[in-house]
């Protein structure tokens, strides 16, 4: 074991987004890479916010993904305790203070500040308060006096340097006496042996309040490394206006996890031109170093093209289980059809998703193919009679339905009817499928079988007009 820890720390107000995603997939590939400690941590201080369902619903994302972690995953809602012993330490040696300010003073006192032009920040107004009144107030991080700046090293933004004057007096403990995000943040990064950060870069400003507080606390400060956002294509912040933002909504439109995972891999880190890394790849050759500056632009057909790579060269029994609860959503009943894995084969070439997939693949179950309006009035004719009922008698005098007895029973049949080959396979795809576009015909004839082929050319000449 290395001794890098790194974690992950979602807030459990919503779906694990994709930016949480990537997030999360760097520390986890970190971790892996450097036989390192990957920690999940729920924070789930703002009570209200928080729910259950959220923690569910991120926890079955990471899961999907295969993010799993090494410890956790910790509630900040089990450390309350540890938090307030924390505040207690920092008023207790005069680096915290109570404010009783209250919202109206504040509001006039940012009023004031702004009009004068001057930045909207903490006037310090109760620092040097002795008394403790009986009225409710939040506890406040005094910001050292002596220092000017704060400078770290980022691993992926390079150094950064903050100002301390454009920083103020940091709510530590709100008024109804929970602790703030900045403040739990450190002690727990600090008391889990955190020492590599990975985050959003949304972050970024309160990098250097955190880093006082580390100091203040008297902790080890960890390295930093700060992730550009993703952006949507016209470079504003991915929001649901671009469409699905939720880990689990790709899974729903029939997405594979690997796609996904090496598509956000690649959104911001890029190793030469290389575009296809499975998960191992990825352990093996991510670093921070080759991780851009500045924000990736997130581009759904990217994503789509990954998927489509990952269906044709993916293993046909896990994507037939994959698939399975796609066509049960479509209420096809699998028990009369052929099998799922002979399906997916003769589909892996075509189908960009499992959604695509699933409904390339209803004609396979269906009792009776819904014909295609244009395909019934150009191939169901009475025309046809004679070229289905030829194809009907070689297919029932197929030995067997490899391809080769297949090729034979075709060239008999365009022997007979002297059509050439996609005169005779377009009408009979029409019969076995209900239109135009599927997989080969032989593929189709070998996962149908002889009887439900037959059966489906009876109902065609039925149908002939
Ligand atoms: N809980 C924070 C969030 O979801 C993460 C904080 C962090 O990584 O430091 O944005």
């Known amino acids: 074991m290395s001794q890098l820890r790194v974690r992950f720390a979602p807030s459990p107000t919503g779906y694990l987004h994709i930016g949480g995603a990537r997030t999360a997939l760097f520390n986890y590939l970190l971790a892996r890479q450097q036989k390192g400690t990957f920690v999940l941590r729920i924070e789930d201080t703002d009570v209200a916010r928080s729910t259950q369902e959220s923690v569910d619903a991120i926890l079955d994302a990471m899961d999907w993904l295969g993010l799993s972690c090494d410890e956790g995953p910790y509630y900040q809602s089990d450390r309350f305790d540890l938090y307030k012993n924390k505040v207690q330490q920092l008023l207790d040696c005069g680096k915290a203070y109570r404010c009783y300010c209250t919202a109206e003073e504040l509001d006039a006192k940012r009023e004031t500040a702004m009009k004068a032009g001057r930045k909207p920040k903490y006037d310090g107004t109760c620092r040097h308060r002795n008394d403790q009144p009986d009225l409710p107030y ?33 709510i530590i403990q709100r008024s109804d006496g929970t602790p703030t995000y900045n403040f ?6 600090a008391e889990m042996g ?3 950060v990975i985050r959003g870069d949304d972050h970024i400003n309160n990098t250097p309040r955190q880093i006082l507080l580390y100091e203040a606390l008297g902790y080890a400060v960890p390295e930093f490394a700060h992730v550009p956002m993703i952006l949507g294509a016209d470079k504003k912040r991915l929001s649901k206006r671009h469409g699905a933002t939720s880990v689990m909504a790709y899974q729903e439109l029939g997405y594979l996890p690997e796609a996904l995972v090496n598509y956000l891999a690649r959104l911001g880190w890029s190793l030469g031109d290389e575009e296809i890394f499975s998960m191992e790849d990825l352990i093996e050759k991510f670093s921070l170093e080759n991780v851009g500056r500045s924000a990736g632009v997130f581009n759904p057909d990217k994503l789509l ?17 994959l698939l399975t609860p796609f066509l049960e959503k479509q209420g096809l ?50 025309e046809q009679q004679n070229l289905f ?9 197929c030995s067997d339905f490899s391809e080769e007895s297949l090729e034979q029973a075709f060239a008999e ?6 059509l050439k080959f996609g005169k005779i396979a377009q009408p009979l795809r029409v019969a076995l499928t209900g239109g135009t576009a599927s997989p080969s015909i032989y593929e189709v004839l070998q996962v149908i079988g002889r009887d439900r082929a037959v059966a489906r050319i009876d109902r065609a000449l039925n149908h002939l007009a």
């Not at 002596?146 to 454009?166: L, M």
């Not at 739990?184 to 990064?189: E, H, P």
């Not at 009922?389 to 029932?396: D, F, Q």
């Not at 049949?413 to 002297?418: E, I, P, R």
């Open 333 to 382: 009943d699998l028990s009369q059809g052929p099998d799922i894995v002979a399906v997916v084969k003769s589909l892996q070439e075509r189908a960009a998703t499992l959604v695509e997939m699933a409904e390339g693949a209803a004609f396979y179950y269906v009792d009776q193919v819904d014909y295609d309006d244009k395909a019934r009035a150009k191939f169901l004719s009475t």
């Open 305 to 321: 093209w990954l998927n489509s790579h990952y269906i044709k060269s993916g293993d046909p029994q896990r994507l037939a289980n």
């Open 138 to 170: 939040v506890v406040r991080f005094k910001l050292p006096e002596d220092q000017e700046a704060v400078t770290f090293p980022d691993r992926i933004k390079g150094t950064i340097t903050f100002r301390t004057e454009e920083l103020d007096d940091l």
């Open 389 to 397: 009922e030829k194809i009907r008698s070689a297919l029932n005098e």
């Open 194 to 196: 955190i020492n590599l």
């Open 413 to 418: 049949v365009m022997n007979q009817t002297q």
């Open 184 to 189: 739990v943040v450190v002690i727990d990064d």
